[in-house]
């Protein structure tokens, strides 16, 4: 080791991240690597991998309208799963972050409670409720609002609602956090000039937890992009989205080359909105703090 | 008919009392000082003036209107924050045009408004700036200039120069007497800082646990003091506590200090019962002397010993202790730049029977 180097990693301290770098290392960036090789295989029916190099897999996700339907659904999902917690999320966080009283914090550990249920009984929970014979068919019905069971679940309304149900306390507390920040003294200085309380919402407190709200939204987005087991319960075995298809291509069909190539496809999608909405928080926050 | 009119104002908190049957006519135009310690009910009545906080009763009339119930963003008036407030993620001219935009101004007037409100606070070519980029200086203006711009019917500041250093405090003090002059906008002035707000008001109303203790002039406030509160609040003083002697002349009556001296005071009303009265002699008014002033000049004379001398630029703090009595605080103007009297010095201390002032002792 030079002693430049030694230096420069006394002084910055980096070494301090060694622990969870060797980590990642050795738990994630490894496999990784080495699942890339596998999804340049030919696949054999059968046996598994093949033997020899391709692109195959790769050609086939973009020009399969399969692979489209269910890239494109898992897209609309995520972003649909963003957009309902952004909804039901920011007017609670709001309450929440301006709550004087001390029922604030049993109030928080209400909002994360969803995260404490196991994820299985969570899922039949919602199966329970929205089923052809479930709870809300069966009292929509009898009350005769409709004449006939809604399909709310094995579609994109069940998986929207079990997703959203499940990464809202994530939008909530990121989204709190960002309000927190913003001293009262800004709500008050646009009501006293005249703002009425939808005005300050939007012309005050919305544009000054967007650092929150697009944490929240890249979070929630690809952890829904990526959720498996609530989608594989919620949407049954035949409504597929990315991440229950890579598990059947691996589980069920030993089609590991399809199924790695598959994986890095998500994996590129997460990046490019992680980059996208970092660039646009980036030019945001420029004007803030 | 008064700008504002605050009657009967009253506001608990459990079982504190923020502000008691608080009364107040501001006219058009005037400025006016709410002025006292932290927790005396101040800022709680500019807040419920602007609608922040709701009284548990009492009426606010703007303008001959009661506004008591009507909400924050109906009333119309003008608030600079202590800590300015201004909107981070939106540059000078959008936090400026702020409220003119809420009145649905067209724009090419709201343009014409803010440059014109800007040129009144001195900062023609910032408007595409941000509050970050801006010193403490500018964007206390932005948040004047942000407030005075829909042309509120009253203009509140709360503590609006306590943020800024020492230096740049007097500038801005003279800057927004100035403005307020100019705007001619009728204005309450929330502070705790005394001299800010004497050099600033028409009149000051002086609070001490939600209660008014006096309104008036500064000069009244200050050489003709109500009561002990506003005698000790006001300036720097000596208290004593005395019992009122003989008196010597039609115009004259002496006072015995529990400490053991006694001075001549003017005689009035307060002094005219006999008993135990509070005793306050402001420091600028007790002179310092190498040798026995004339008796004719100064009724009020001691000799006595400087144990701290505190040399500041313009004036010299003196602590001198009486051959038999009390200690007395006192100020000197720096007339000559040599160094007198320093500690160890014999000394005569004296003042007028007109600079103690007389108050009724109270409950303390």
């Given at each position: 080791m030079t002693n430049r180097l030694r230096i420069w990693l006394n002084a910055s301290g980096i070494g301090l991240l060694s622990p969870l770098a060797i980590v990642l290392l050795l738990a994630f960036i490894a496999p990784v690597l080495i699942m890339f090789p596998t999804s340049l295989h030919p696949y054999t029916p059968g046996v598994g991998i093949g033997e020899g190099w391709t692109l195959e897999n790769y050609v086939e996700i973009f020009s399969d309208s399969y692979y489209h339907e269910v890239i494109l659904r898992s897209l609309g999902m995520a972003f649909s799963v963003m957009i309902f917690t952004i909804i039901i999320g920011c007017p609670l966080a709001y309450f929440l972050a301006r709550m004087q009283s001390r029922a604030r914090n049993w109030l928080v550990l209400l909002v994360i409670f969803p995260l404490l249920l196991n994820l299985v009984v969570r899922s039949f929970g919602w199966i329970a409720l929205l089923s052809k014979h479930g709870l809300i068919n069966d009292v929509l019905l009898s009350i005769g609002m409709i004449d006939e069971p809604l399909?709310?679940?094995?579609n994109l309304t069940g998986l929207i609602i079990g997703m959203t149900h499940i990464f809202l306390p994530f939008m909530v507390l990121l989204v709190m956090g960002s309000i927190q920040n913003i001293p009262v003294d800004l709500e008050e200085a646009a009501a006293v000039l005249g703002s009425n309380r939808t005005r300050v919402f939007f012309s005050i407190i919305l544009p000054l937890s967007i650092p929150g709200l697009l944490s929240g939204s890249i979070l929630v987005f690809i952890l829904s992009i990526s959720a498996l087991v609530t989608p594989r319960l919620l949407g049954g075995?035949?409504?597929?989205v990315i991440s229950t298809l890579i598990y059947d291509e691996f589980m069920q069909l030993l089609n590991w080359p399809a199924g790695s190539a598959l994986a890095f496809v998500l994996t590129l999608i997460v990046l490019v909105v992680i980059w996208a909405t970092g660039r646009f928080s980036k030019r945001w926050m420029a004007h803030l703090t | 008919m008064p700008a504002l009119s605050i009657k009967q104002l009253r506001k608990t908190y459990g079982a504190t009392t923020a502000v008691d049957s608080f009364d107040l006519d501001v006219a058009e135009g005037e400025f006016v000082s709410l002025l006292g310690p932290s927790g005396c009910g101040k800022t709680t009545i500019l807040r419920m003036v602007a609608g922040l906080i709701t009284p548990d009763s009492g009426q606010i009339v703007i303008a001959g209107k009661?506004?008591?119930?009507?909400?924050v963003h109906k009333r119309n008036v003008g608030l600079v924050f202590q800590s300015y407030a201004l909107f981070p993620h939106m540059t000078v001219f959008d936090n400026v045009a702020f409220g003119l935009r809420r009145n649905n101004l067209a724009e090419d007037k709201v343009k014409e408004r803010v440059i014109t409100v800007l040129s009144k606070v001195r900062l023609e070519g910032l408007e595409d700036r941000f509050p970050k980029q801006l010193s403490g200086g500018q964007q206390q203006r932005v948040a004047l200039a942000r407030a005075i711009a829909p042309e509120p019917t009253i203009l509140l500041l709360d503590e609006?120069?306590?943020?800024?250093d020492k230096q740049l405090r007097m500038n801005m003090q003279i800057e927004l007497k100035r403005l307020q002059r100019d705007v001619g906008v009728t204005t309450i002035f929330v502070t705790h800082d005394q001299s800010e707000a004497m050099a600033m008001s028409d009149r000051i109303c002086v609070l001490e646990s939600g209660k008014t203790q006096q309104i008036g002039v500064p000069e009244d406030l200050y050489h003709r003091p109500e009561n002990k509160f506003i005698a000790t609040f006001l300036g720097r003083s000596n208290s004593f506590t005395a019992s009122i002697g003989k008196s010597v002349s039609g115009k004259l009556v002496q006072l015995d200090l529990d400490e053991g001296i006694q001075i001549l005071a003017t005689a009035s009303d307060k002094v005219a019962s006999s008993g135990k009265v509070h005793v306050t002699i402001r420091h600028e008014t007790v002179k310092i002397s190498k040798n026995p002033p004339d008796k004719s000049k100064a009724l009020n004379r001691f000799k006595g010993k400087v144990i701290y001398r505190a040399f500041s630029g313009s004036i010299i703090d003196y602590v001198v202790t009486l051959d038999d009595g009390p200690e007395f605080l006192l100020e000197a103007t720096n007339v000559d730049g040599e160094r007198h009297a320093l500690p160890g010095a014999e000394v005569w201390i004296s003042f007028e029977a007109g600079a103690v002032l007389v108050n009724e002792l109270g409950d303390q």
């Amino acid at each position: 080791m030079t002693n430049r180097l030694r230096i420069w990693l006394n002084a910055s301290g980096i070494g301090l991240l060694s622990p969870l770098a060797i980590v990642l290392l050795l738990a994630f960036i490894a496999p990784v690597l080495i699942m890339f090789p596998t999804s340049l295989h030919p696949y054999t029916p059968g046996v598994g991998i093949g033997e020899g190099w391709t692109l195959e897999n790769y050609v086939e996700i973009f020009s399969d309208s399969y692979y489209h339907e269910v890239i494109l659904r898992s897209l609309g999902m995520a972003f649909s799963v963003m957009i309902f917690t952004i909804i039901i999320g920011c007017p609670l966080a709001y309450f929440l972050a301006r709550m004087q009283s001390r029922a604030r914090n049993w109030l928080v550990l209400l909002v994360i409670f969803p995260l404490l249920l196991n994820l299985v009984v969570r899922s039949f929970g919602w199966i329970a409720l929205l089923s052809k014979h479930g709870l809300i068919n069966d009292v929509l019905l009898s009350i005769g609002m409709i004449d006939e069971p809604l399909k709310l679940i094995f579609n994109l309304t069940g998986l929207i609602i079990g997703m959203t149900h499940i990464f809202l306390p994530f939008m909530v507390l990121l989204v709190m956090g960002s309000i927190q920040n913003i001293p009262v003294d800004l709500e008050e200085a646009a009501a006293v000039l005249g703002s009425n309380r939808t005005r300050v919402f939007f012309s005050i407190i919305l544009p000054l937890s967007i650092p929150g709200l697009l944490s929240g939204s890249i979070l929630v987005f690809i952890l829904s992009i990526s959720a498996l087991v609530t989608p594989r319960l919620l949407g049954g075995p035949t409504y597929k989205v990315i991440s229950t298809l890579i598990y059947d291509e691996f589980m069920q069909l030993l089609n590991w080359p399809a199924g790695s190539a598959l994986a890095f496809v998500l994996t590129l999608i997460v990046l490019v909105v992680i980059w996208a909405t970092g660039r646009f928080s980036k030019r945001w926050m420029a004007h803030l703090t | 008919m008064p700008a504002l009119s605050i009657k009967q104002l009253r506001k608990t908190y459990g079982a504190t009392t923020a502000v008691d049957s608080f009364d107040l006519d501001v006219a058009e135009g005037e400025f006016v000082s709410l002025l006292g310690p932290s927790g005396c009910g101040k800022t709680t009545i500019l807040r419920m003036v602007a609608g922040l906080i709701t009284p548990d009763s009492g009426q606010i009339v703007i303008a001959g209107k009661d506004v008591t119930h009507v909400p924050v963003h109906k009333r119309n008036v003008g608030l600079v924050f202590q800590s300015y407030a201004l909107f981070p993620h939106m540059t000078v001219f959008d936090n400026v045009a702020f409220g003119l935009r809420r009145n649905n101004l067209a724009e090419d007037k709201v343009k014409e408004r803010v440059i014109t409100v800007l040129s009144k606070v001195r900062l023609e070519g910032l408007e595409d700036r941000f509050p970050k980029q801006l010193s403490g200086g500018q964007q206390q203006r932005v948040a004047l200039a942000r407030a005075i711009a829909p042309e509120p019917t009253i203009l509140l500041l709360d503590e609006p120069l306590s943020n800024l250093d020492k230096q740049l405090r007097m500038n801005m003090q003279i800057e927004l007497k100035r403005l307020q002059r100019d705007v001619g906008v009728t204005t309450i002035f929330v502070t705790h800082d005394q001299s800010e707000a004497m050099a600033m008001s028409d009149r000051i109303c002086v609070l001490e646990s939600g209660k008014t203790q006096q309104i008036g002039v500064p000069e009244d406030l200050y050489h003709r003091p109500e009561n002990k509160f506003i005698a000790t609040f006001l300036g720097r003083s000596n208290s004593f506590t005395a019992s009122i002697g003989k008196s010597v002349s039609g115009k004259l009556v002496q006072l015995d200090l529990d400490e053991g001296i006694q001075i001549l005071a003017t005689a009035s009303d307060k002094v005219a019962s006999s008993g135990k009265v509070h005793v306050t002699i402001r420091h600028e008014t007790v002179k310092i002397s190498k040798n026995p002033p004339d008796k004719s000049k100064a009724l009020n004379r001691f000799k006595g010993k400087v144990i701290y001398r505190a040399f500041s630029g313009s004036i010299i703090d003196y602590v001198v202790t009486l051959d038999d009595g009390p200690e007395f605080l006192l100020e000197a103007t720096n007339v000559d730049g040599e160094r007198h009297a320093l500690p160890g010095a014999e000394v005569w201390i004296s003042f007028e029977a007109g600079a103690v002032l007389v108050n009724e002792l109270g409950d303390q």
